[in-house]
């Protein structure tokens, strides 16, 4: 009997000292499919809430942060919840301006951003600071998630904001 309580007591203790840990290749990959699955977003929002350390993984905390917005029903709180986490995106950025995923993560977001937030004034700066640096992602998975996500989104988007084929070949890198 005391074994199996000390087992359950080392198993607990283990558990609530490791938390989750922060598995950013997925983070990366439900990006985009945490637009449209709640449950999904509010997941991983929860998980970087308690375990983001390194500023990719922050960046993602402030994405989700964002995407949580989209979920919610009541205007106000959806409206609270953007600024939130616009905020701390543009925290990050203004202490990281060459950080490519974060620049990528307010692309995103502008580009899809309804345009009564105003949070659409870094797109074109965004989209050509992309275009310059994405080859230098160390990360081939992140680079190949984005460059999917950026060649995903052309058809969609408008004027200068599409990105020609000779910037897609500069992309694809």
Known sequence: MIRVVMTIFLMTVTKAGLGQQVNIDKIRKDYAEAVKDEELCEHNFDILTEEAKSTTEKVYLAAYEILMAKHMGNPFKKISQFKEGKKHLEELIKNNP???????????????????????????????????????????????????????????????QIFSTNELKELEK
Do not use: C, M, T
């Open 98 to 160: 060459n950080h490519i995923e974060a620049r990528f993560i307010r692309w995103s977001v502008q580009v899809h951003a309804p345009s009564f937030l105003g949070y659409k004034n870094n797109i074109i700066d965004d989209k050509n600071f992309l275009v310059k640096n994405l080859h230098k992602l160390p990360n081939e998975e992140a680079k190949l998630i984005i460059y999917n996500y950026l060649k995903g989104a052309n058809p969609y988007l408008k004027g200068a």
